[in-house]
Nanobody, 121 residues
Framework: QVQLVESGGGLVQAGGSLRLSCAAS????????MGWFRQAPGKEREFVAV????????SYANSVKGRFTISRDNAKNTVYLQMNSLKPEDTADYYC??????????????WGQGTQVTVSS
């Protein structure tokens, strides 16, 4: 069992940056691929990025490629999402997810409670 807690969300102006963190409990964090999803008001949850267990392989949604970077520190049981050049359309609740791979949220077993990101124009 893995428990995930996100932090780092907030209000930022367009063009600004934020770094989200997701802290995981348990001693098996390094066994899981980890992903980030987001959900804007009135929209479905969508894939943002995923990173492999050892941090070598990453994949991004086209909408964030070149602006967002996912990384992890297995010694700290933490996965990060560095978000640069933020746009108003990036406004959403951001969720950390573990145990899956790819863009389908149904493939992930563990979820955090979410952290809100608001980008003002």
């Amino acid at each position: 069992q893995v428990q995930l807690v996100e932090s780092g969300g907030g209000l930022v102006q367009a063009g600004g940056s934020l770094r989200l963190s997701c802290a995981a409990s348990g001693r098996t964090f390094s066994s899981y691929n980890m992903g980030w999803f987001r959900q804007a008001p009135g929209k479905e949850r969508e894939f943002v990025a995923v990173i492999s267990r050892n941090g070598v392989v990453t994949s991004y949604a086209n909408s964030v490629k070149g602006r967002f970077t996912i990384s992890r520190d297995n010694a700290k049981n933490t996965v990060y999402l560095q978000m640069n050049s933020l746009k108003p359309e990036d406004t959403a609740d951001y969720y950390c997810a573990g145990g899956g791979w790819g863009a389908k949220s149904s493939e992930y077993n563990y979820w955090g409670q979410g952290t809100q990101v608001t980008v003002s124009s």
